[in-house]
């Protein structure tokens, strides 16, 4: 009768520690669906669509908003990515309004060649196609390479790092050299209940204009489900000067994995 009691009680926790490590894996794995869907790690692809609204709030000069359209392409460890802005900017003359006209088109190629345990490396480039006229485009054709690692501390939380350097290809004579290297990292938290939070301080070393800025940029969002996620972000300038010219950033959007 006790080995048989003591039989049954091994079985049971046994069965017990079974159904806790189905359940810890099944957890791992939306977690990590999380992850990949939000966009928020470029060393995990997959495709998807989205759409984003973004506020431009300078306090010494009229607003401007952007509407923009991403369209991403995910194979295997490759991802192909295009976007445009239709881009709306206020009058300096009062009665004038808004005026509109499309911005510059980018498109990027991604692929993330190193993906083991719990670290990522993935190398990056995007060109800038000067198709937005003057006031909307940048008038410069550029690209920007990058590589991104990523840590993984524990599957609901990351940490990654990613320089990345822009410069000219071709532009008018008197405009200044585009030499510009941005440090993003940021940390990112992934809740089970479809939450994430994500916070990247970014420090921008503007070498044509022999400028420095530093933004802090707070992320939030949620996966709807069906692949759909909202985002909402910031992006808030330390300096005077670019709160000034280029105010805080306020961006809305939403995307769709495929």
Known sequence: MKLTTFILCVFFLYTVNLFAQVADSTKIKELEKIRTQSGVDPTRVNSKASYSFLIYDPQLSPGQINNRVTVNLGVKRWSFTAKSDIISKLSTEPGSGFSSAAGDIRFSVLNAFFVKGKNALAGSAELSMPT????????????TPSITYAY???????????????????????????????IRAFLAKFTKTGYFFVFEPRPIFDFGNDNFDFIVSPIMGKALGAGFNLIYLME??????TLDSK????????????
């Open 132 to 143: 937005g006229k003057p006031g909307y485009g940048s008038q410069y054709l550029s690209l």
């Open 152 to 182: 993984t501390i524990n599957p609901s939380l990351f940490f990654a790092i990613q320089p990345q350097y822009t410069f000219q290809l071709m532009k008018d004579p008197s405009y200044p050299n585009l030499s510009v290297l941005t």
């Open 236 to 241: 808030i300038p330390t300096k005077q000067a």
């Open 247 to 258: 105010g805080i950033l306020y961006q809305f959007g939403i995307n769709k994995s495929f």
